[in-house]
T-cell receptor, first 116, second 112 residues
């Protein structure tokens, strides 16, 4: 089945630094990738929709200047958390839709970000 | 807005059957998904319903009634490894994209 690789799986950083998270579709092309954030014991909240070759679409309340998304190729999307603060500590998950098998999303393994 | 409701927690006995309900009110509907998520891990796909009725896949079945905005996930012959959160998600048409909107998840504890 389709595989989405997300890296790194865990990041611990100091407040004020930037963190980049990569999401790759390994055996299919993904024109659209979705970035979710999940706080402990909460549901996945959609942050933004990443479209290859164009600007990302952000959900209401998500700062586009803080969460930079780049989708430069059909197999790679990156999320950069700029000037991270402790309240940004969360579980970030990317997902991609196989354009052939549109029914389901394939999720990356997630990135646990801890900002000290 | 989008609203997806499911119970917060459930407990069931090993070997038993459990039904996890999900109701939704969304601005459009393009399919309902159930995912299983173990703590600290990414969700894994369980089932997909787009038409009314029951979809069966091994020990897991999922039912959908679009007119009632209702779905359930049925787990049979429960095993300890089934202890996890179960997420109900609706695919909502949105400006050409169709992201999933997730419920808060139901944490299932399977006890001996």
């Amino acid at each position: 089945g389709a595989v989405v690789s997300q890296h790194p799986s865990r990041v611990i950083c100091k407040s004020g630094t930037s963190v980049k998270i990569e999401c790759r579709s390994l055996d299919f092309q993904a024109t659209t990738m979705f970035w979710y954030r999940q706080f402990p014991k909460q549901s996945l909240m959609l942050m933004a929709t990443s479209n290859e070759g164009s600007k990302a679409t952000y959900e209401q309340g998500v700062e586009k200047d803080k969460f930079l998304i780049n989708h430069a190729s059909l197999t790679l999307s990156t999320l950069t958390v700029t000037s991270a603060h402790p309240e940004d500590s969360s579980f970030y998950i990317c997902s991609a839709r196989d354009e052939v098998s549109l029914e389901k999303l394939f999720f990356g393994s997630g990135t646990q970000l801890s900002v000290l | 807005g989008q609203n997806i409701d499911q119970p917060t927690e459930m407990t069931a006995t090993e070997g038993a059957i459990v039904q996890i309900n999900c109701t939704y009110q969304t601005s459009g509907f393009n399919g309902l998904f159930w995912y299983q998520q173990h703590a600290g891990e990414a969700p894994t796909f369980l089932s997909y319903n787009v038409l009314d009725g029951l979809e069966e896949k091994g020990r897991f079945s999922s039912f959908l009634s679009r007119s009632k905005g209702y779905s359930y996930l049925l787990l049979k012959e429960l095993q300890m490894k089934d202890s996890a959160s179960y997420l109900c998600a609706v695919r909502v048409p949105n400006s050409g994209n169709t992201p999933l909107v997730f419920g808060k998840g139901t944490r299932l504890s399977v006890i001996a």
